[in-house]
T-cell receptor, first 110, second 113 residues
Framework: SQQGEEDPQALSIQEGENATMNCSYK?????LQWYRQNSGRGLVHLIL?????REKHSGRLRVTLDTSKKSSSLLITASRAADTASYFC??????????FGKGTRLHILP | KAGVTQTPRYLIKTRGQQVTLSCSPI?????VSWYQQTPGQGLQFLFE???????NKGNFPGRFSGRQFSNSRSEMNVSTLELGDSALYLC????????????FGPGTRLTVT
């Protein structure tokens, strides 16, 4: 199992701007997932990208994966107040436990 | 489809007591994972159960244990509670197969006094 490391730790942007957060990991993976957590609540699965995929979209979310650099990025376009949350990446392998890092705290300013 | 449910939602216990938390996964899911979340340590993996067997385990002392029933419902138990066990305990269910995502419950907020 391995833990992803999100960067930056915290990010504040104006509503309407795009938010980008990054994730790095250490060993090869089968897939990588991104989750969101609103304050004090359970995590919500956002998107899963497989190791043989380079980019994936879901609504205003765009995720990229570069297995050669062992990194992924999550882009949220046209941010909204409701996007204020912590975002976690989870690099994963088959049957292996999913470990979460410290996350990126995103704050959308009005 | 009903989501993951956790009971109770809030709990206050005293040091030295034990506690049992319950998690009902989404129907059809065979995997249940438990996490502890604290401000200082973040989200830490406790264990995962798949088809009634513990498949993965985190680095927690033996006071933390769990089990899964034939209907995939899971319980975790913490014995001899310590102040440091105060946390949000999250459970997540999934298909448990390759490329599966996890669906989280709202959590149980445990306070140990």
């Amino acid at each position: 199992s391995q833990q992803g490391e999100e960067d930056p730790q915290a990010l504040s942007i104006q509503e309407g701007e795009n938010a980008t957060m990054n994730c790095s990991y250490k060993t090869s993976i089968n897939n990588l997932q991104w989750y969101r957590q609103n304050s004090g609540r359970g995590l919500v699965h956002l998107i899963l990208i497989r190791s043989n995929e380079r980019e994936k979209h879901s609504g205003r979310l765009r995720v990229t994966l570069d297995t050669s650099k062992k990194s992924s990025s999550l882009l949220i376009t046209a941010s909204r107040a409701a996007d204020t949350a912590s975002y976690f990446c989870a690099p994963a392998n088959r049957d292996d436990k999913i470990i979460f890092g410290k996350g990126t705290r995103l704050h959308i300013l009005p | 489809k009903a989501g993951v449910t956790q009971t109770p939602r809030y709990l206050i216990k005293t040091r030295g007591q034990q506690v049992t938390l319950s998690c009902s996964p989404i129907s059809g899911h065979r995997s249940v994972s438990w996490y502890q979340q604290t401000p200082g340590q973040g989200l830490q993996f406790l264990f995962e159960y798949f088809s009634e067997t513990q498949r993965n385990k985190g680095n927690f002392p033996g006071r933390f244990s769990g089990r899964q029933f034939s209907n995939s419902r899971s319980e975790m138990n913490v014995s001899t509670l310590e102040l440091g066990d105060s946390a949000l305990y999250l459970c997540a269910s999934g298909m448990g197969l390759e490329f599966y995502e996890q669906y989280f419950g709202p959590g149980t907020r445990l306070t140990v006094t």
